[in-house]
């Protein structure tokens, strides 16, 4: 799935946030109670933010900007991309069956790669917002110089993603999606007709609020509608270098998941 | 070749432009008498191009490098200038005699083993040295730089801080940058030695210290100077002379990722067909 040094740190990490969970909720919940004055919230949103743990897919932390819960039904067509999925973790894991994109190294795109419990990064320059990823060093941009979305856009991993202020909500829209990524790491579907909605409040200064809405009429039957999640921002973190890499992964698999018998990856 | 996988794989405006230059790159590399590091006109800059007075310290922009013949039927590849290699110590030797590269005159279609083929990201130097727009930003304390090839960026800090004592090695390698004059100098170290220097296979070791030398001569015209210091790989500095690109206002970085199964799907579609140099798997 991601580099062994990646992988590494991810469970170093999910260890952590796990022991932590429930003090790290509470700390969450009250982040979220101390929201400056209404109408005064900040628009800048740079710096190095993290999501907050949760426990939506036990035993999964920091994984449901994408909300399992409120999942709408599949259409037909949705139903049989997710019945070919076979993720690596949830209930519907088999081991040995895997065929998660990300198993082979496939870039990660948007929603999937906001669902993920690592770190990104916001830089704000005139006309543009840049997104860096931790997961897979993916850079994304979002164009802020008022240009529409484009007519027909190429599909692409990453989609293309403008966005505007509304109010105090920061809010990217991005089309252009190809349909050779799920939408979240439980196989979930996304088309080429998928039209993301991504909401940002900066609530205060150490807390940035994201809410994702998922409008692809190929997959579901109506608007994915996720409910808002929380970001602590880490003011002394630099994002890492973590690339995949296929040879190191299948390494990795060799060496490490297949001897433990976890959920060794379909190469 | 990397070209074609450029041509082919990005559909856009980026994709149309590379196509469309290298079009134009292949057609002057026939007409070009000019000195190295120059190209033909009309694509490459003049003698008015010679810088007169203070340089100005934003480099920020959309840089797509001059065509060259440094290699032939490789456009703009010599950031990393073969004609300046210094010998190679025995190790460097020995990486090099493994190395199978996918075009130059060492290349054998069939048993490449660029990294590239199994999707490794590439890093500097090698990552300056491809026929591809790559873009920078500046802001406070950092400069990034966005390359088009494998959808890569990399942070250059500004901030004053010193290069780390004992860095992780990565593919990137950590890299900090300062003024001197006119010259945006970066120097990066920590690089991890499963990459290649250049697309023909000289070889980049966990001692090498890059540095690189930029200059913005006028409004369209950014100067590359590449300096590699590997001790383990070569006998003394490996010094290129420095080399220019062109800013394109227009231009937007595209996404070009490297994708395991679509790179099998281009070999067997187009490579192999056409009988140049299939890749390794």
Redesign the interface.
């Known amino acids: 799935m991601i580099s062994r040094l990646g992988q590494v740190c991810f469970l170093a990490l999910a260890a952590a946030l796990a022991a932590a969970a429930v003090a790290q909720t509470n700390s969450a919940a009250e982040a979220a109670k101390k929201p400056s004055a209404p109408g005064a919230l900040s628009h800048d949103l740079s710096g190095v933010w993290m999501p907050y743990p949760d426990t939506d897919v036990p035993p999964g932390t920091g994984k449901n900007a994408i909300n399992q819960a409120t999942r709408p039904p599949l259409t037909p067509w949705g139903q049989a991309q997710l019945d070919a999925a076979r993720p690596l973790l949830g209930p519907r894991a088999i081991p040995g069956q895997e065929n998660s994109p990300s198993l ?4 990660d795109g948007p929603p999937k790669l906001l669902n993920h419990p690592n770190p990104f990064e916001i ?1 704000q ?1 005139p006309g543009r917002v ?1 997104m ?1 990823f931790e997961e897979q ?3 994304r ?1 979002v164009w802020a110089d008022g240009r529409p979305l484009p007519k027909d856009p ?1 599909p ?3 989609g293309y993603s403008v966005s505007h202020w509304d109010g105090d909500t920061w809010v990217v829209e991005t089309a252009g999606f190809n349909d050779k990524q799920w939408a979240d790491p439980y196989g979930n579907p996304r088309s080429e007709e998928m039209h993301l909605a991504e909401r940002y409040r900066r609530l205060n200064h150490d807390t940035l609020e994201q809410q994702i809405i998922i409008d692809d009429p190929k997959s579901y039957t109506k608007p994915w509608v996720s409910p808002p999640k929380l970001y602590k921002l880490e003011p002394g973190w630099e994002i890492a ?1 973590w ?1 995949c ?3 190191e992964d299948k390494s990795y698999d060799d060496t490490v998941r297949k001897p433990a018998g976890v959920a060794p990856a379909s190469k | 070749m990397k070209l074609r996988l450029a041509i082919l794989k990005t ?2 405006l980026i994709g149309a432009s590379v196509a469309a230059m290298a079009l134009v790159f292949a057609a002057g590399l026939f007409a070009q008498s000019v000195p190295k590091g120059q190209a033909a006109a009309p694509a490459g800059p003049t003698a008015s191009d010679t810088p007169s007075g203070p340089l100005s310290h934003d480099l920020s922009g959309v840089w797509m490098q001059y065509p060259d013949g440094d290699v032939p039927g490789v456009p703009g590849m010599n950031a990393v200038s073969n004609r300046t290699r210094p010998p190679l110590t025995p190790w460097g030797q020995a990486k090099f005699d493994a190395a199978k590269p996918l075009v130059g005159p060492r290349a054998i279609p069939g048993v490449e083993n660029n990294p590239e083929l ?4 590439d890093g500097p130097p090698k990552l300056l040295n491809l026929p591809n727009p790559f873009e920078i ?1 500046q ?1 406070p304390g950092r400069v ?1 730089m ?1 390359f088009e090839l494998g ?3 990399r942070e250059i800090w500004t901030d004053g801080r010193p290069l780390p004592k004992n860095p992780d090695p ?3 390698g950590y890299s900090v940058g300062h003024w001197e004059g006119d010259t945006f100098v970066v120097d990066t170290i920590g690089f991890n030695d499963k990459l290649w220097d250049d697309s023909f296979g000289n070889p980049r070791s966990d001692q090498t210290h890059l540095i690189e030398r930029y200059r913005r001569l006028n409004h369209d015209t950014l100067e590359l100077q590449i300096t590699i210091d590997d001790p383990k790989a070569y006998t003394k500095p490996w010094v290129s002379p420095p080399k220019l690109h062109k800013l394109e206002p227009g231009w ?2 595209a ?1 070009w ?1 490297c ?3 679509e790179d099998n799907a281009y070999d067997n579609a187009v490579r192999k067909p056409a009988g140049v140099a299939p890749a390794h798997k």
Do not use: A, G, Q
């Open positions: 082979k190294c496939d870039p830089v320059i840049f860096f060093h993916i850079w941009t190429d692409t991993y990453l270098e690339f890499i296929p040879d | 559909k856009n199994r999707c490794y990201p930003v802001i990034l966005f959808h890569t960026w990565s593919y990137l937007e970085i996404e990722f994708v395991m199964d």
